[in-house]
């Protein structure tokens, strides 16, 4: 059983970055970041491999936003920066306890709130 807990959500201003963690229990392998915009459906944002090597983004990520994960502390980590008013968006962890990076997670976190607004 994993479980996953978010954290790092905010308000911050276009042009400016966060960063979110998602501490994990149990053993996940692959693990990856979605978030839901109000009124539409969640959406794929970036995944990594249980070594951190292999990472894939949604190209409305891609030069902006960065995933990695430290095995030691257990922890995923998604740096945004240049952050656009588009980016408004629950954003969910989710994680799977096999390799596999490209079928959806088996679990999921509760979801932190991020608002790119002036």
């Known amino acids: 059983q994993v479980q996953l807990v978010e954290s790092g959500g905010g308000l911050v201003q276009p042009g400016g970055s966060l960063r979110l963690s998602c501490a994990a229990s149990?053993?996940?392998?692959?693990m990856a970041w979605f978030r839901q915009a109000p009124g539409k459906e969640r959406e794929f944002v970036a995944t990594?491999?249980?070594?951190?090597?292999?990472?894939y983004y949604a190209d409305s990520v891609k030069g902006r936003f960065t995933i990695s994960r430290d095995n030691g502390k257990n922890t995923l980590y998604l740096q945004m920066n240049s952050l656009k008013p588009e980016d408004t968006a629950v954003y969910y962890c989710?994680?799977?306890?096999?390799?596999?990076?490209?079928?959806?997670?088996?679990?999921w976190g509760q979801g932190t709130q991020v608002t790119v607004s002036s």
């Open positions: 149990g053993r996940p392998l692959s």
């Open positions: 990594i491999n249980w070594s951190g090597a292999v990472t």
């Open positions: 989710g994680a799977r306890s096999d390799y596999d990076v490209y079928s959806l997670p088996d679990y």
